[in-house]
């Protein structure tokens, strides 16, 4: 009697789970499938007049905080993303890094501390998008805020930029927080490209905002977070609105082919999220190959790509695409350009 008690329990349990994972996946598909539907509409519909830069800078550095490789073993590494932009005098911080282990002080906070940066130069804060490798961690993403340690942290009253409803972090002072998809002038020479909507499996829309920085001479550096709305959709945005040709891109492009970063167990979040796709018909070297043909297309001079987001298989593959072009972000190796 027992026996069958155990039996019966044992084949109700897994067909229950079955039956709850076929579920789930059946709405996240429908929903993606309808979403990106929806986004890719929004994004054909929303056209922009030509934005001038109000001029170039001269000089221009980034200085990778946060990142999955580093240049020196005393730097902290995380599938994460938060680059110092120094243009001209302007001082931008973007994005805030993972923090997975939710520490005071964070990662963030530590590579700051090793690297020299003092926290009061930064002026401006600016989100790429609201996913928790760029808002600080998965607390923040949820609640809807951001923050640069699991503390206070000396951040000055500087000005913040977000493609989405962002709230106040609880730990750092802000002045004000801008809100805006449409694109705009950051500073002089310096502008934020708008938002680009996406429908991602599992973590549904989102909307990723690029920089674009002109410099004299050479044209423009595209400075992108994780990259999911896809190169090819940026750069689009891009001639949409500038007549410079695009100098440099620096940042996520979001290729996790055969394998993303920061995996649990047998589960790649970054894969399941790479596509508005289901997983089975998700991310490919189809969709790679398209991404590489699009950057040959606009021929840039350099590329640093971030390897937070993108597999080492990619990696190889864009490095055998442009050779001599291509090297990969480290935390504390500063880009010139
Ligand atoms: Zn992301
Ligand atoms: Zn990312």
Not at 4 to 13: A, Q, R
Not at 27 to 54: H, W
Not at 150 to 157: E, H, M, Q, T, V
Not at 230 to 240: F, G, N
Request: net charge positive; hydrophobic share 40%.
């Amino acid at each position: 009697m027992k026996l069958k008690k155990i039996l019966i329990i044992s084949g109700i349990i897994p067909a229950i789970l079955f039956i709850a994972i076929a579920a789930f996946l059946t709405v996240k598909t429908i929903q993606v499938k309808k979403g990106k539907i929806a986004s890719d509409r929004e994004y054909q519909d929303a056209k922009y007049p030509k934005l001038s830069f109000n001029g170039s800078v001269e000089r221009l550095s980034i200085l990778p905080l946060i990142d999955y490789f580093s240049d020196s073993p005393q730097l902290k590494t995380e599938p994460g993303v938060s680059y110092l932009i120094k243009a001209d005098d302007t001082v931008i911080l973007l994005d805030v890094g993972y923090n997975m282990k939710n520490e005071h002080p964070s990662p963030l906070l530590q590579n700051m501390k090793t690297l020299g940066v003092r926290i009061s130069d930064i002026s401006i804060l600016y989100f790429s998008h609201m996913h928790p490798d760029h808002v600080g961690g998965m607390k923040n993403q949820q609640a809807g805020t951001f923050s640069l340690s699991n503390g206070k942290s000396d951040l000055p009253a500087v000005k913040v930029y977000s493609p989405e409803k962002l709230l106040p972090s609880p730990w750092d002072t802000v002045s004000e927080i801008n809100i805006s998809k449409d694109p705009f002038i950051i500073k002089k020479g310096v502008a934020s490209m708008g938002a680009i909507p996406r429908h991602l499996f599992l973590m549904g829309k989102i909307y990723e905002q690029s920089i674009a920085v002109n410099i004299k001479g050479k044209g423009i550096v595209l400075i992108i977070g994780c990259g999911h709305p896809s190169i090819e959709r940026i750069a689009e945005r891009a001639a949409m609105l500038f007549n410079e040709p695009i100098y440099a891109i620096i940042g996520g492009l979001h290729y996790p082919v055969h394998g993303g970063r920061g995996k649990i167990g047998p589960i790649d979040p970054q894969y399941i999220i790479a596509k508005d796709a289901p997983p089975w018909s998700g991310l490919n070297d189809g969709d790679l190959d398209a991404g590489l043909h699009a950057i040959k297309k606009i021929n840039p001079a350099k590329i640093v790509l971030s390897p937070h987001d993108t597999s080492d298989a990619a990696i190889k593959k864009f490095k055998e695409a442009f050779p001599g072009k291509l090297s990969v972000v480290k935390v504390g190796k500063e880009i010139i350009l």
